[in-house]
Every structure is written in structure tokens, then in C-alpha cells.
């Protein structure tokens, strides 16, 4: 089992960052933390590394939801996507999938919440890509 979903786009890493929070916004997430790993790596260790973002997508209802089925499912939010710069120049944008990770917690329901947060990243993604 996978546990990410992807695609890539041949455009400028800013460009494919604004059209991922375009995306997830249509699916009603927010970004509500972001990560530049890049600049992370530079300041804590002094190494370069490539553009790499990690976005924290939560969308408020389904994580509500989540938190009345299973108290520590925190541990596992927000569902994190990732745009980063690929070697080619091309940019690649990954999503979690939440049933692959939920898969951890015996709770049907939570596996079931857990489908349909996973069915909204896959339009995400494939939004994204097209």
C-alpha cells in the first residue's frame, strides 16, 4: 500500500505552491501550517537543499469529526502535502493518504472518515495535475 498520492507539473515551484492552495481550498482545507524545509536545513545545519514545502492541510469539519471518533487521531493531523522541486526542474506535489496511515488505528469509523478525507486529497492531486 502506497501512502502518498502525487503528480507533477512542468511550472515554477511558486506557481505549482499557489495552484496546490488553490486546490486544497476547493476542497475546503486550509493550509494551516507551512514548512520551508529548505530554508530549515540552511539555518539549523547549513546544508542547501532544494525548494521543499510541507503544507499542513486541515479541513476544520472532517478533523472535528475525526477528533470525536478517536482523542489521539491529533497525533496524526494535519494531513501533510508536500511540493517540492524535482532534480529536472519539473515540480512534484505528494499528498498523504489518510487510510494508509489511519490503517494504524483499529476503528472502523475513523478508517471510514479516514476514506473520505482520502477521496478529497485524490481531487485535490488530480486537480492539481490538470
Same mark, same amino acid.
Given at each position: $500500500?502506497?501512502?502518498?498520492?502525487s503528480?507533477? !507539473? =512542468?511550472?515554477?515551484?511558486? +506557481?505549482? !505552491?499557489?495552484?496546490?492552495?488553490?486546490? @486544497?481550498?476547493?476542497?475546503?482545507?486550509?493550509?494551516?501550517?507551512? #514548512?520551508d $524545509?529548505?530554508?530549515? !536545513?540552511?539555518?539549523?545545519?547549513?546544508? %542547501?537543499?532544494?525548494?521543499?514545502?510541507? /503544507?499542513?492541510?486541515? =479541513?476544520?469539519? *472532517?478533523?472535528?469529526?475525526? *477528533?470525536? *471518533?478517536?482523542?489521539?487521531?491529533?497525533? $496524526? /493531523?494535519?494531513?501533510?502535502v508536500?511540493?517540492?522541486? !524535482?532534480?529536472?526542474?519539473?515540480?512534484?506535489?505528494?499528498? #498523504?493518504?489518510?487510510?494508509? +496511515? $489511519? +490503517?494504524? #488505528? %483499529? =476503528?472502523?469509523? *475513523?478508517?471510514?472518515?479516514?476514506?473520505?478525507?482520502?477521496?478529497?486529497?485524490?481531487?485535490? #492531486?488530480? @486537480?492539481?495535475? +490538470?
Amino acid at each position: $500500500m502506497t501512502y502518498y498520492r502525487s503528480t507533477t !507539473l =512542468n511550472a515554477p515551484f511558486e +506557481s505549482a !505552491l499557489e495552484r496546490t492552495r488553490a486546490a @486544497l481550498a476547493a476542497e475546503g482545507f486550509g493550509v494551516i501550517n507551512e #514548512i520551508d $524545509m529548505a530554508g530549515t !536545513l540552511k539555518e539549523k545545519i547549513g546544508v %542547501d537543499f532544494r525548494p521543499y514545502r510541507i /503544507l499542513g492541510a486541515c =479541513n476544520p469539519q *472532517l478533523a472535528y469529526e475525526a *477528533l470525536q *471518533l478517536e482523542d489521539k487521531v491529533g497525533t $496524526m /493531523l494535519p494531513c501533510n502535502v508536500v511540493v517540492q522541486q !524535482l532534480p529536472g526542474g519539473e515540480v512534484e506535489i505528494a499528498a #498523504i493518504d489518510p487510510v494508509a +496511515s $489511519m +490503517s494504524a #488505528i %483499529d =476503528n472502523d469509523a *475513523l478508517k471510514q472518515a479516514a476514506e473520505r478525507v482520502g477521496e478529497k486529497l485524490q481531487r485535490v #492531486i488530480a @486537480l492539481i495535475g +490538470s
